[in-house]
């Protein structure tokens, strides 16, 4: 059956028409056009999907669109400040090691900030907990667990202010 | 991947979620998280033609604490069972087991307790794409009349319940509450299982699991779970134990022990309690003769289930059970809460 | 070409570097963090349609129909295609592999028929409406079995299921060096199959324009033989003398399961062909596993002899392959065998010889380390067990017979760099191996050799590159070079960067299209630093030397007063010309020039000849680790405590990207140890997902101390060598020399599976049962 929900995209109010077999990772990437999040398995194996909503980090391929209805999703084509400013977390990722092939990179990403924005001072082992779900073959994690590591240390404020894009290599 | 069509309905409140449980019947599910419905829907496993969601139905969504135990309404994230706070201090035991559940991260967020509880069984040649199972015979699971996974074929379904919940609950006595349109019953959760791998719940069509209660804790008592698998996240278990230990004045007065992921249900050990009975807590020699009881009475069920041999889950048995047990006893000595006695 | 080498290294002595050293995030980072990288699952074409392929239902069998009137009667189906529609393209450089079978299928993954059609879904139905009836034949699994006469052929045509592959070498007199030998040992390991598992399933499109040129959007790391490859089939097509351009989108991870052109891209040309439309075929994560190449597996008999003070006299070694069905680059990994065999480690009298077999499963193709995984994991366990039985402390053993510079192998290697002793202390001191310690927990090391400046296997180990500046200052490369995540781009821009003084932002690198970018054999054999990075550097060179002339004619200094750096030229610490305003003034005036210069880079090794003796790469790179492991006795897992990883890279142009080499390799490398197998029963993959097939996971990572030896090569561009695959090298052995440390019990079998521990502890302690075979289901013998 087709029906139209309402759910906030990425800090914008979205309305449009689904199907009730559609998930949530083929209305954003093949209807919404939003290709950031990633399908490695379509089974919940992989984390390549993960958007969160409503603040917590899900895998996108197992979650029906319909359920979104009345929700807020964000995607990591949302994350960056409107001007382009990076994120504090894609900053440090790009910094310290943490992309390779970035295939894995946006639900990796997606998936520390679910987790800084619940407990903004976490232990490396509740970094990894919260990367879990998120399989990277290229990095061995190990940077990019410290690509969380270098927000969590330097973010005795607030974890979210935005950080200007300088393109630089620092 | 599309899925064959259905109706979605995301009612209001539980009245209106029985009302159309009761009208659909045999073709609907119960959508909780969908972590492991949605899995099966995309293998062509499950092809209902009615989903009923319980996102809107706040009152499933509750942990709370009464005097009678803790009080779990079924669409309660498995995450949110971590986060409370009275779990983490009085039934390390569910914390450990719920903490070992796929990923940490993402399947807590949407995986609800009930979904765990209520799962399907796995087995490595049934949870497999359509592409996969085709180019074999149905087996008994899927409709048809074998089973590759029992030695030598079987009339039977040999698949496992994989739920990693279920086996420390059962330990420590939980009841659950079951709900249809006219009727509501309360039973021992164990009683939630038939044993039967075709179909391994005792639910009617109309019927929705929507509590689980467990006791309140008991002063001198202490429960454990242990899970053996190869990877730390994102893996089933080869084999688990729930371990349920009272004690008073440091002997055992009352214990349970229940195995996951090697029969068609949850299996409680029944020697148990006739063993350690009014040993002294922790007795190694005591809790090795239960270990060796519970891998002979698994040995019977254990099929080729999984892609690990099945000689070598036999073994864990004994293990993972001593284990489960002794770290069970610890905590009954101790009387520490969770923090201290990990 | 300019002679780089006098420069080369010795820059440092002369002046700081400002780019080559540093820890600078990869250029293409950012593009990847917001999601606006494009990867071949993200693109799309006007009127494209899903392209599908059915695979075979037998691992052996006849074709005797293939009905596909239904799936044509489907609407939205476009285009059909059968082993009898289409004309006889062939695959891989045995040609064995029919791209769609008629007559016969050999393996489970064979390729029976293929659909395009409007919608992904429509195509997925296609398939399943496809009819074909099949005469089961006996089929063969084990490659061991293969070889007996009895043994049903795989291909018939080729009378035996033994390759003509002349994988066999002795030098020096290994029968002689064995009356010699005061200490021997001898065993048999086997390793299995594994695979990349890239985080991004492969995929294609192919799509001709009006005058049936040809483009295809593929996931490949060898543009240039792939275009080559795709010319062969149009030509079969009869499509001749037309262009084909290969387009790289971003690609997902290699890891060298993109280093042959796979039936999915010449299936999407032939059903783009057929149906004058643009055709995608995206695998799924099942189709990942089932229709791509892993490694080989492997079974090693090696036999190892030293003298009094521990001295290695001779290493004799044989290998089976399991080739599968058909014939791809794995059948070649014995060529790379060859160097850890003859040269890890000095060993005067070496035999070798490799049999690669057909068999009725999956066919291998190339995957991080080329063989040399399997073979280290076989020497590397040897060695421990020979300086056991010779009575020499396993350090020492090594550091006795560790390589040094200006070593000739016996296979005709020429050391130049060597930093393999100062690896072999790195990981002694490190992990402290004299120490005692608690039950259960051991140490182990184990070391490497990998071809560090490029691997002659072709004819060719050349790359091309060219640059061009604009009139700001910024610089363009076109490189042959193929950067899948590990980096490339970011190390060939540091490069340029560095020499022609500008900053890494200033260089743009374009690699993906090959209408655009020079010629290159392919990103294997960790070649692409060195030789790309040499060829960029050779390229940049000539810029730089046309800039010098050029300021200095515009200022009226000398060329050699003139410094280049912080985008302009110095004299005496004080910028004089920004580089963009001389750049403006050469083109914008009249007979201007215009900045842009090329080069080829093909580097001074040497194809090897008829005994394989030849020196493959211009350097080698070296490496020891050496970890310390925890077994749990009663359920056999085994736990990483500490790791560390210490590399010869000669240089480390980006130690940033170079960790992240080494940890990912390294976690590949204990997946390869501990938990990675694709489980075949009977030819099929029974763990075709991420559940069962066992990558690690965040909570599994581990923290490698990764040490960096720099020996600055003479040859490599600023001193580096390649450094892509050694990462997942020795971690095997080194992890079961462990095991055998803590615990006293060998397994000489990967993956080292908690049941495999478990039932070797049984073993040894005298208990009868001795657990089942993870492979075969069968009770293991305890004898
Ligand atoms: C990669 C991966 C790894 C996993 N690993 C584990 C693991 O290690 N251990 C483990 O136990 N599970 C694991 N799971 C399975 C699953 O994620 C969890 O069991 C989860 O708790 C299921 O909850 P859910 O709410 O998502 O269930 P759903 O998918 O919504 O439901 C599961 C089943 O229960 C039924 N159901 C749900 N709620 C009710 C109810 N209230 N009344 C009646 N029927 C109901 C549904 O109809 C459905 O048939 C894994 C899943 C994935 C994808
Ligand atoms: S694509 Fe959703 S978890 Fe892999
Ligand atoms: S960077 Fe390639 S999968 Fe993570």
Redesign the pocket.
């Known amino acids: 059956m087709s029906r139209e929900i309402k759910f906030v995209l990425n800090g914008a109010q979205t309305c449009v028409a689904i199907e009730d077999d559609w998930n949530l990772l083929y209305l954003l990437r093949e209807k919404l056009g939003l290709t950031g999040a990633k399908e490695g398995c379509g089974?919940?194996?992989c984390g390549a999907c993960t958007v969160i909503v409503d603040g917590l980090a899900v895998?996108s391929c197992?979650y029906f669109a319909v359920e979104i209805d009345g929700k807020e999703v964000l995607t990591i084509e949302g994350l960056a400040g409107a001007d382009g400013t990076l994120h504090a977390l894609q900053k440090s990722f790009v910094s310290n090691g943490g992309i390779q092939c970035g295939f894995c990179t946006p639900g990796m990403i997606l998936s520390a900030k679910a987790l800084l924005d619940e407990n903004p001072q976490p232990t490396e082992a509740d970094i990894k907990q919260a990367l879990a779900?998120n399989l990277c073959r290229c990095t061995g994690y190990v940077q990019i667990i410290e690509s969380v590591e270098a927000v969590v240390d330097k973010s005795s404020g607030d974890i979210n202010a935005v950080v200007r894009e300088t393109g630089d290599s620092d | 991947m599309r899925l064959p069509p259905f109706a979605y309905d995301r009612p209001r409140d539980l009245y209106e979620a029985l009302e159309l449980l009761n009208s659909y019947g045999k073709d609907c599910?119960?959508?909780?998280?969908?972590?492991?419905?949605?899995?099966?829907m995309k293998q062509g496993l499950?092809a209902p033609t009615h989903l009923v969601s319980?996102k809107a139905l706040s009152e499933?969504a509750e942990i709370k604490e009464t005097g009678d135990g803790l009080q779990i309404g079924?669409?309660v994230k498995?995450s949110d069972i971590l986060a409370y706070q009275p779990v983490q201090d009085h039934w390390p035991g569910l914390f450990e087991a719920v903490k070992?559940?796929?990923?940490p991260s993402i399947?807590h967020f949407?995986?609800?307790?009930?979904?765990?509880l209520?799962?399907?069984n796995r087995c490595q040649f049934y949870d497999q794409s359509k592409f996969f199972r085709a180019a074999r015979q149905t087996c008994n699971k899927a409709g048809g009349s074998t089973c590759f996974a029992w030695k030598g074929g079987s009339d039977k379904c040999h698949s496992a319940c994989?739920?990693?919940?279920a086996p420390i609950l059962i330990a420590m006595d939980a009841k659950v509450v079951i709900k249809s349109k006219n009727e509501t019953r309360t039973m021992p959760l164990e009683e939630l299982y038939s044993s039967v791998g075709e179909r391994p719940?005792t639910?009617a069509d109309n019927?929705?699991?929507?509590e689980i209660l467990v006791p309140a804790p008991t002063p001198g008592a202490g429960t454990a779970f242990e899970k053996l698998?190869y990877r730390s996240s994102?893996?089933?278990?080869m084999v688990s134990a729930g371990a349920f230990v009272q004690t008073e004045g440091g002997r055992t007065t009352r214990v349970r022990l229940v195995i996951g992921a090697v029969a068609r249900g949850p299996l409680s050990i029944a020697t148990v309690e006739k063993t350690l009975k009014n040993r002294p807590a922790g007795d190694q020699q005591a809790i090795n003769e239960v270990a060796i009881d519970a891998m002979n009475t698994a040995a019977a069920f254990i099929a080729n289930n999984m892609t690990q041999p099945v000689e070598y889950r036999t073994k864990m048995v004994s293990v993972i059970a001593k284990r489960a047990l002794t770290r069970a006893a610890e905590r009954a000595i101790s009387q520490k809460g969770f923090l201290e006695a990990k | 070409m300019i002679d780089d080498q006098e420069r080369n290294g010795k820059k440092e002595i002369m002046e700081e570097f400002t780019v080559i050293g540093k820890r600078i995030s990869k250029v293409d980072a950012v593009d990847k963090a917001t999601g606006r990288a494009l990867y071949i699952q993200d693109l799309k074409l006007p009127g494209m349609l899903y392209g599908r392929i059915l695979y075979s239902k037998y691992p052996h069998a006849h074709i005797i129909r293939v009905g596909t009137e239904k799936a044509k009667a489907l609407p939205g189906v476009i285009t059909v295609l059968t082993g009898e529609d289409i004309p006889p393209v062939r695959l891989g450089f045995y040609k064995d592999n029919p791209l769609l079978k008629a007559g016969k299928v050999r393996s489970y993954r064979d390729e029976v028929a293929a659909v395009a059609a409007t919608d992904p879904e429509i195509a997925r139905e296609a398939i399943s409406l496809i009819d074909v009836t099949y005469e089961a034949l006996p089929a063969i699994f084990d490659p061991e079995e293969a070889l007996k006469p009895e043994a049903p052929l795989v291909h018939e045509e080729h009378k035996t299921n033994l390759l003509k592959m002349p994988w066999s070498l002795h030098y020096g007199d290994v029968e002689a060096a064995k009356l010699d030998a005061v200490f021997n040992v001898s065993e048999r390991f086997s390793t299995t199959w594994v695979t990349h598992c890239c985080m991004g399933t492969s995929g294609a499109i192919a799509d001709f324009d009006h005058s049936n040129n040809l483009t295809v959007y593929t996931n490949t790391q060898i543009p240039s033989l792939a275009q080559k490859d795709f010319q062969e089939t149009l030509k079969i097509l009869g499509v001749k003398d037309k262009r084909v351009r290969v387009i790289k989108p971003c690609i997902g991870g290699g890891f060298g399961s993109k280093l042959d052109t796979y039936a999915y891209e010449h299936m999407a040309i032939l059903l783009a062909w057929y149906a004058r439309r643009p055709v995608k075929i995206l695998f799924e994560r099942e189709e990942e596993f089932i229709a791509t190449s892993p490694r080989q597996p492997t079974v090693t008999y090696i036999s190892m002899g030293c003298d009094k003070e521990g001295r290695l006299l001779y290493r004799d070694m044989s290998m089976v392959l399991d080739n599968g069905a058909y014939t791809s680059w794995g059948a070649t990994t014995p060529s790379v065998m060859m160097m850890p065999i003859t040269s890890l480690y000095r060993v005067p009298n070496v035999r070798y010889s490799a049999k690669c077999v057909y068999t009725n499963n999956t066919y291998s193709q190339a995957m991080r380390g080329y063989g040399n995984p399997q073979a280290t994991f076989a020497i590397e366990s040897a060695i421990d067990m020979l300086a056991e039985a010779a009575g020499i402390d396993r350090v020492e053993f090594r550091r006795i017979n560790s390589n040094q510079p200006g070593d000739v192998t016996p296979q005709g290697l020429r050391i130049t760099s060597c930093g393999l002793p100062e690896c072999i202390e790195a990981v002694s001191k490190d992990l402290e191996f004299g120490r005692s310690r608690e039950n259960g927990v051991g140490v182990g090391l184990a070391s490497l050799i990998h071809v560090g400046g490029g691997a002659r296997i072709y004819k060719s180990d050349g790359c091309g590159t060219i640059i061009k500046m604009d009139d700001y200052g910024k610089v363009d490369v076109f490189t042959g070079a193929s950067d899948m995540g590990q980096g490339s781009d970011t190390i060939i821009a540091q490069i340029v960067a560095e020499e022609l003084g500008v900053q890494v932002d200033d260089v743009h690198v374009f690699h993906q299209d090959t209408d655009i970018c020079p010629w290159d054999v392919g990103a294997h054999a960790s070649r692409t630093t060195f030789v790309a990075g040499n060829s960029a550097l050779g390229a940049a060179k000539k810029i730089r030397l046309r800039l010098l002339a050029m300021a200095s004619k515009a200022t009226g200094v000398d060329e050699d007063k003139l410094v280049l750096r912080d985008r302009a030229f110095f004299v005496e610490g004080k910028p004089v010309l920004p580089i963009a305003k001389l750049l403006r003034g050469s083109h914008f005036t009249p007979r201007g020039e215009m900045m842009m210069a090329d080069n080829f880079y093909d580097p001074p090794n040497e194809n090897m000849g008829k005994d394989f003796r030849g020196n493959m790469s211009a350097t080698y790179s070296f490496g020891t680790h050496g970890v310390r492991v925890k077994v749990d006795e009663a359920t056999g897992k085994v736990e990483i405590l500490d790791y560390i990883a210490a590399h010869d890279v000669g240089r480390a142009i980006n130690p940033l990207l170079l960790d992240g080499q080494v940890h990912g390799g390294v976690l590949m490398g204990v997946g390869y140890a501990l938990t990675e197998q694709v489980i075949m029963e009977n030819g099929r993959n029974m763990n075709p997902d991420?559940?069962d097939y066992k990558v690690l996971t965040a909570m599994d990572a581990i923290h490698s101390k990764a040490v960096v030896i720099e020996t600055i090569d003479d040859q490599g561009p600023f001193g580096a060598k390649g450094i892509g695959e050694p990462g997942c090298v020795p971690t095997a052995p080194a992890i079961a020399n462990a095991i055998y440390d803590a615990i006293g019990v060998r397994i000489k079998d990967l993956p080292i599976t908690p049941e495999k521990v478990l039932a070797a502890i049984k073993k040894k302690n005298g208990t009868v049962s001795c657990g089942i075979d993870a492979f075969t289901q069968k009770e293991q013998a305890c004898e």
């Open positions: 089974r919940g194996e895998n197992l779900g | 599910k119960v959508l909780a998280g969908g972590t492991d419905l949605l899995v099966r499950v319980l499933l079924a669409a498995l070992a559940i796929g990923a399947q949407s995986g609800t307790i009930g979904g765990n209520c799962q399907d994989q739920s990693d919940s719940l639910l019927e929705m699991l929507t698998a994102i893996d089933y278990a | 991420f559940r």
